[in-house]
């Protein structure tokens, strides 16, 4: 027996077939919900269920026990026992669609110990249109992929830009990449995910740990052509003085943003550091009374995203504005 689905807002409805899930019925019925891992780990396919039930064949690690009390559930992984009215949002129609082409790397920098900036040229011909935030595959020669998050507005010009953290023993950012030189093809796919800004009309709050700060470069960017962008803070979690790549430069963002406002925190800095210290998360709290005002965007380890959002909605963030982009580990 299916179930139906209706989306509140939208006046879009699909019917979910016996063990199908909402999100694969969806994408069946060409409605097009936010998702990426499709595994119950990214939580980028969050819904709210205003009616009706669902159930999980496993817990999904992605759904934060106060998400789920206040009645989230992530649409890749819940199978409807019943009929259920929904509030989710559905993807816009004028998303770039994903293709697949030949690469040329442009250039490879070293930005700190383990963290390379890769710049690609895309094959002439190719109209790259892509979100700030999205990010690409790279196929590597056995056909498995390896997701990079794109580091900068479009440029206009054909060429992206990743930041690519070496993981050791990582097939392609530890054994391919050291083998690459400017000239060397790569094939890629692009653009993809869900993470981009929103128009929520909030001030924004961005929580980047890692190379998690590069969407977040890419959709702050974009934001110095808007005539009237939001408040900015912006919080990157690292561990030492060192892991900060791109510091000066995000100092010389507060020239380009009128209301932007950085604050690195470091969880084992050395002595002479007089900055913040200890978790990301923490720090966003101890500064931030009014959380459920803001916009919210996490970008980095799934560990710091599930902790930021249980603190967060426990501070009484609203839970229809974080948005998430989870770096789960890829060898
Ligand atoms: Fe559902 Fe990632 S797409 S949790």
Redesign the pocket.
Known sequence: MSYRVSLIESDVAFDVEPHETV?AAALRAAVNLP???????????RFKLIDGAVDYAEP?M?LEPEEAAAGIA????ARPLSDIVAEAEVMPSLLPDPIRCQSRIVSLEKLAADVVHLKLALVEGIDLAYLPGQHINIVLEDGSTRSFSLASRPSGDGTIDLHVRQIPGGVFTEGRLATLAAGDALDVELPLGSFFLRDDFRPLVMVATGTGLAPIKSIIEALMDDPAPPPVALYWGMRTEADLYLHDEILSWAEKLEDFRYVPVLSRPGEGWTGRRGYVQDAVVEDIDDIEEHAIYLCGSPGMISSAKSLFLGRGASVNHIYTDSFLFQH
């Not at 998702?35 to 396919?45: A, I, P, R, Y």
């Not at 992530?74 to 992984?77: E, G, S």
């Open positions: 999100l998702h990426d891992c499709k595994s119950g780990t990214c939580g980028t396919c999904p992605g992530l649409a890749c992984q």
